[in-house]
């Protein structure tokens, strides 16, 4: 059971930019800039800290997301895709025209035990 994936699309975006930048990391931002979106960067160019939280791993890169926000999430299943057209971040995507967004749905009541009584 995974808590986060990722489309065929967005997976190939991701592979090149792992091919032109080594190993990377999802974070799901918080808000600013284009609101609430993925940021695709640099492993160790975003200091993570004990408030972040791991979700999972897509095309073996690892997403992160704040504990603050996570806890408005925590019930939510993830899934990262890509678009056409600039965002306005720092993630490694912009320059290709193109910007990650996630679509997301409620956990299954299955999903939700799974995930949520983990403590």
Known sequence: MKR???TEQ?????KQIKALHGD???HQSGG???GSTPM???????YLDESDVL???VEGVNFYMNQDQFDYWKHTHLTVDITAGRGSSFSLEIPLGLRFLIHSRLLTDKE???FNSKK
């Not at 967005?10 to 991701?14: D, F, L, N, S, T």
């Not at 695709?40 to 975003?46: A, Q, R, S």
Request: charged share 30%; with cysteine.
């Open 40 to 46: 695709l960067l640099e492993k160790g160019e975003l």
């Open 4 to 6: 986060v994936e990722i």
């Open 55 to 57: 979700l999972g791993v």
């Open 112 to 114: 939700d035990r799974f």
């Open 10 to 14: 967005a997976r190939q975006v991701v």
């Open 32 to 34: 600013c800039c284009d």
């Open 24 to 26: 990377l990391i999802f």
